[in-house]
C-alpha cells in the first residue's frame, strides 16, 4: 500500500481454515486507503494480461484474486498465469500483485508415476520433467501461508466464539458434546464447520445475532 516492492501470494491448505476469508479480510482493512480486490474465475485467467494492462496506470493497489485455484494438465490459464507472474506483474506493474487460495500446494494434481519418473544421477536426485514442471507455477509466488488442521481445542474456540455472536454466552456440556458429533458428520475440524455448527444451533434454540429471540 505505501509502494515498496512486495511478493504474490499463495495461501494453501486445509478447506474450511480461513484461506478466502483472510484475502478478503485484507480488503477490508485497507479499501480505505485505496486497495481494490478483482476476483479472478480460472476459465478467465487467460485475460489476465489484459487485465494488468487496464488497470497497471490507475491509482489505486490491486489484488487479483484467484479462489480455490487447482489445474489438470493441458489447462490453458496454467500457462497464462505462469507468463503474468513472471511478467506484467512482476515487474512492468508495481500497483498489482496475485494472491491464490488452493488446496493443493503446487496447484496440480500429483501422481505416482511422476516421482517413479525421478532420476539418480551419482549421489543426486533429480525430479522428473513432470515434477518440475508443477512446482514451477507455486515457486512463482514469493510468498507462501500454509494453513493446517485444527485440533478439538482450537475448534471447541471457534465454536465457543460464534456461540457468543449468536448471544450463546457459555458452551455447556451438551453443547460441546453436541458441536463434536458434528465435527463426526462433517468429517473434518475448522472454523467453516464451528460457522455452521453455531449457526444450526442458534436456528434450532431460536437464537439470533446479540441473542435476539
Not at 488452493?102 to 544421477?121: A, G, V, W, Y
Not at 455472536?165 to 460441546?176: K, S, T
Amino acid at each position: 500500500m505505501q509502494g515498496y516492492p512486495a511478493n504474490n501470494v499463495l495461501l494453501t491448505g486445509a478447506r474450511g481454515t480461513g484461506k478466502s476469508s483472510l484475502v478478503k479480510a485484507v480488503l477490508n482493512k485497507y479499501a480505505a486507503k485505496g486497495l481494490r480486490l478483482i476476483e479472478v474465475e480460472k476459465h478467465d485467467l487467460t485475460d489476465l494480461h489484459d487485465i494488468v494492462e487496464q488497470i497497471c496506470r490507475r491509482p489505486e493497489r490491486f489484488i487479483l484474486y484467484c479462489d480455490d485455484l487447482s489445474f489438470e494438465a493441458d489447462e490453458p490459464g496454467y500457462k497464462a498465469l505462469k507468463v503474468v507472474l513472471d511478467g506484467s506483474i512482476a515487474t512492468a506493474s508495481e500497483n498489482v500483485l496475485v494472491y491464490a487460495t488452493s488446496n493443493r500446494r503446487h496447484l496440480m494434481p500429483e501422481f505416482m508415476q511422476d516421482n517413479l519418473d525421478t532420476k539418480h544421477i551419482g549421489a543426486e536426485i533429480h525430479p522428473s520433467e513432470s515434477v518440475e514442471e508443477k512446482i514451477s507455477l507455486s515457486e512463482r509466488f514469493g510468498l507462501w501461508v500454509s494453513f493446517y488442521p485444527f485440533d478439538q481445542d482450537q475448534y471447541l474456540d471457534i465454536v465457543s466464539h460464534w456461540l457468543a455472536y449468536f448471544g450463546i454466552g457459555e458452551m455447556l456440556p451438551p453443547v460441546r458434546a453436541a458441536a463434536l458429533q458434528w465435527t463426526l458428520g462433517r468429517g473434518s475440524r475448522s472454523g467453516r464447520v464451528a460457522w455452521q455448527f453455531a449457526r444450526d444451533w442458534a436456528g434450532r434454540h431460536r437464537t439470533g445475532v446479540g441473542g435476539n429471540k
